[in-house]
């Protein structure tokens, strides 16, 4: 049974940075393409940040230059450093694992930022 588990998350103010965490267990990390979604309030979840096996990197416009996700294969961790952070990014965050067929969720971890 693969698990993702997030954290990380927390209250920060605006300007402010957070490191989240999301350990795959139970799964073969390397294989997965792993994935940063977001979802605030009666909003939809959507892309923040992914990364593939080979590392490479897409980004949502409006994270771009603010962000930066990675990955430890021998860690089984994928991480998302967020500086600057702006009200707007307020949601809870959600660890994605896929590979093939499958399309894993993690619990989600609540950031929240303002003043």
Known sequence: QVQLVESG???????????????????????????????????????????????????????KGRFTISRDNAKNTVYLQMNSLKPEDTAVYYCNARFGTYNGWGQGTQVTVSS
């Not at 999301?22 to 799964?27: A, D, F, Q, R, T």
């Open 9 to 63: 998350g927390a209250l920060v103010q605006p300007g402010g940075s957070l490191r989240l965490s999301c350990v795959v267990s139970g799964g073969i990390f390397g294989l997965y393409k792993m994935g940063w979604y977001r979802q605030a309030p009666g909003k939809s979840r959507d892309l923040v940040a992914d990364v593939t096996t080979g590392s490479s990197t897409n980004y949502a416009d409006s994270v």
